[in-house]
Nanobody
Framework: QVQLVESGGGSVQAGGSLRLSCAASGRSFSNYAKGWFRQAPGKEREFVAA????????TYVDSVKGRITISRDNAKNTLYLQMNSLKPEDTAVYYC??????????????YGKGTLVTVSS
C-alpha cells in the first residue's frame, strides 16, 4: 500500500507562487514515477505533470509549461510542484500520484487526498 500526503496549498493572487509537496510512504519511493493531477470545480481531474523514477524525464500539460516545475527528492521520499505565475484558471484541488513503473505510462495506481489551490484575480 502507498500513502501520499500533499501539503502547501493555499490562496494566492494571480501572478503569485506556491510550492506543493507530497510525502510518500509504504513503498520504495525512488523506484516509481510520480505525478501531479488537478481537479477544478465542476470539471474532471486532469493531468498536470509527471517525473520518472530518477527525475531524468519530465512531462507537462501544455497549459502549465514554463510556469510549473515538477521535481523529486528521493532521499526525502518527497515530490514537489513549484508553481509560478499562477492564474485563476489554475484554481483546483491538486493530487499527488504514484505510477506502478519507473516511467509515467498509463494511469497512476495511487492518489493522495489532495490540497486546494485558489488563485484570485
Amino acid at each position: 500500500q502507498v500513502q501520499l500526503v500533499e501539503s502547501g496549498g493555499g490562496s494566492v493572487q494571480a501572478g503569485g507562487s506556491l510550492r506543493l509537496s507530497c510525502a510518500a510512504s509504504g513503498r520504495s519511493f525512488s523506484n516509481y514515477a510520480k505525478g501531479w493531477f488537478r481537479q477544478a470545480p465542476g470539471k474532471e481531474r486532469e493531468f498536470v505533470a509527471a517525473i520518472s523514477w530518477l527525475g531524468g524525464r519530465t512531462t507537462y500539460v501544455d497549459s502549465v509549461k514554463g510556469r510549473i516545475t515538477i521535481s523529486r527528492d528521493n532521499a526525502k521520499n518527497t515530490l514537489y510542484l513549484q508553481m509560478n505565475s499562477l492564474k485563476p484558471e489554475d484554481t483546483a484541488v491538486y493530487y499527488c500520484a504514484a505510477y506502478d513503473g519507473k516511467v509515467y505510462s498509463g494511469s497512476p495506481g495511487y492518489y493522495g487526498k489532495g490540497t486546494l489551490v485558489t488563485v484570485s484575480s
